[in-house]
């Protein structure tokens, strides 16, 4: 009778711990991309200022053109269909915008866009300008 102290056992590949390496792997290049995809906007002369900040990722980039039109994600709206978008967006307390004008737009323009976001209910409002230099 021959004994054995060491039980001889073939070697096997284990799956699951490479499935897992593999999907963590896929959810990191997933949120790459997104954070690498362009928004979609206007050449704007913005204004200058000397403490611009960057700001975080907003929900939305309201453009106001020298015309006055006001363009989100490439659609046109009046400010009474801006504001019913942004009301109609999920919880308008938590969209974060950010409003880019050039800068021979009128105030009153952007004060109007300023109005018709606060009134959608949204608080959280950037203002876009390029930093001096």
Avoid: W
């Avoid at 050449?43 to 989100?72: F, M, W």
């Avoid at 915008?97 to 959280?124: E, L």
């Amino acid at each position: 009778m021959e004994r054995r102290y060491f039980e001889q056992r073939k070697g096997r590949v284990e799956i699951i711990p490479m499935i897992d390496i593999m999907l963590f792997l896929l959810v990191f290049f997933i949120m790459i991309t997104l954070q690498m995809i362009p928004d979609q906007g206007l050449n704007l002369q913005l204004p200058k200022s000397s403490e611009a900040k960057a700001l975080p990722r907003p929900h939305y980039t309201i453009n106001i053109e020298k015309d006055g039109t006001v363009e989100v994600k490439g659609k046109h709206y009046d400010l009474a269909g801006l504001q019913s978008m942004l009301a109609h967006d999920g919880d308008p307390a938590k969209t974060e915008i950010t409003i880019a004008a050039d800068k021979a737009v009128p105030f009153q323009d952007f004060i109007h866009v300023m109005d018709a976001c606060q009134k959608a209910g949204v608080s959280d409002i950037g203002i876009a300008a390029k930093p001096n230099g």
